[in-house]
């Protein structure tokens, strides 16, 4: 039985002055509650007062994020503001707001064009709005943030409100959104004798919570190419296989690399096989359980942790991994950044309960294995608190 996934969410717009919009918006799901506001000028769409709220959330981080709106201030949310959005509050801040920030903008440039036409009519037009805005569109995309100018007491406040239920699996927008979140660490039954979730209900709990994507880690276990197209149609959901691979200097997510280890290797012979093949290899979780005690009690220091031999002949680091304490990940995350390799982040979810605590956010949609090994390769990606 699969529990019923609801999302609203609510943009109202007003006008508080012939000059300036204000914008109130909401997001509300059965994880998330956050709510959004901030004003625009109506002349070049700039906006600015930028605030936010949270009503629920999940991580520590989550309230940590509200610094970060601050780095709209400014913006002009013309058309093409979705990148910007999702590239600035999307990576720094959390991709709800940046979901929300973008929602919001477009409400802006409808209520733009009401103004625009209500102002028509004021001077004399007599054209229908569906008339209006197809006339008006080639002028708007030549400068689509023409003046504005709107007289309060005349013109009735518009409001653009755009509640959008959305049941289940994946939001509609979610394919517009430049970031392609995949959980890229998935223990799954019985590939993996510790899991106790199968691929079919691990699939439905990612499009419940709205993952793009699913990365399979069994440990030294080898899906076969058609087993996975196979899912992949009939979820219509996008699948991936990588390997988690047992090595003398601790556990290796590999990419783009098909053979079928079985037993401990020698990470150097890994890394061998895999540069053959084109490969990728991420350590995973490369401190679990090596400060839950503290640093201080083994003498771990970050200088020590970034010399361990693992991280020459790994091409990148887990650094945010759902199995291990908080301490852990900052080191690998402080190691990553000292040794400027790239970083993941993943579940390492055993059974549905934690599938997408953690994921890696990818900057486009990724269609085939061969895309996610190109983009693991161009760096361009980063760990995310998903769920
Ligand atoms: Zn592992
Ligand atoms: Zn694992």
Known sequence: MISEFNRNKIINVSCLDAETLAVHGILDDSIYSLELDFKVRIEGLQCFAVEGRWRRWTTPQ???ALKFLAQAEGFCLDKGIEDKIHKTIGRT???????LFNESAYAVRETVKLLRWQQFQGG??????????????????????????VTPAETPAPAAARPRPESSSRSPESNSESSFVIDLHVHTAPASP?????????IEEAK?????GL?????NYLWSADEIRKLRDQYEFPLFRANEIVTEQGDMLVFGFYEDVQGIIKLEELKNRVAAAGGFIVAAHPFRGFLTFGADDIGLTREKARAREMFRRVDGIETLNGKVTATENDLARNVAADLSLPATGGSDAHDKSTLGCYATAFT???KSET?????????????????
């Open 93 to 99: 801040a959390c991709r709800h707001f940046a979901n």
């Open 364 to 366: 486009r949609p990724l």
């Open 371 to 387: 895309e996610l090994l190109a983009a693991l390769k161009s760096g361009e990606y980063k760990p995310v608190a998903f769920r």
């Open 62 to 64: 989550c309230p940590e």
């Open 215 to 219: 990365c399979l880690t069994d440990h």
């Open 194 to 202: 510790c899991a106790s979730d199968s691929l079919e209900t691990m």
């Open 208 to 212: 419940r919570i709205g993952l793009d």
């Open 124 to 149: 004399g037009g007599e054209l229908s709005l569906r008339d209006f805005l197809a006339q008006d569109k080639g002028q708007r995309d030549a400068d689509p943030v023409a003046a504005v100018a």
